[in-house]
């Protein structure tokens, strides 16, 4: 990965997270890295706490389709090791930000 690509990536996140917070989340980490994955967001709404994979495109196509099957076995990784190491025990669910072109869009609860 380039620069160019690292420093687009870096703005969808941030993109994401201040979309996440005008609509009541509470960000708690971003970039949560571990050797199984990284979680590009861990957010808190209500009680249950959302871990959220931020995918970014300027092309005309569905970012969605980015999201494979093994991403989201390192996500879950990634997402059983942090619940281990901060000791909770909280209901929570995998969601994706989308962002093509300046269109942001949150999809919720996502499983494979």
């Known amino acids: 990965m380039g620069l160019a690509e690292y420093l687009f990536g870096h703005e ?3 993109s994401a997270a201040k979309f996440l917070s005008k609509n ?3 960000i708690l ?3 949560y890295k571990t050797k199984f994955g990284e979680i590009d ?3 808190k709404r209500d009680s249950t706490l959302h871990f959220i994979e931020v995918k970014a495109s300027t ?6 389709y ?6 989201l076995e390192k996500i879950i ?5 942090y ?7 909280l209901p929570y669910q995998i969601d994706i930000v989308c962002i093509n072109n300046q269109n942001i869009e949150l999809i919720e609860n996502i499983t494979y």
């Open 83 to 89: 619940m281990l190491n901060s000791n909770l025990n």
């Open 59 to 64: 092309k005309d196509y569905q970012t969605i």
């Open 12 to 14: 969808a996140e941030k």
């Open 41 to 43: 967001i861990i957010a």
């Open 77 to 81: 990784k990634a997402i059983d090791f």
């Open 29 to 31: 980490n971003l970039n």
């Open 66 to 71: 980015r999201v494979t099957k093994s991403k």
């Open 24 to 26: 009541g989340y509470k």
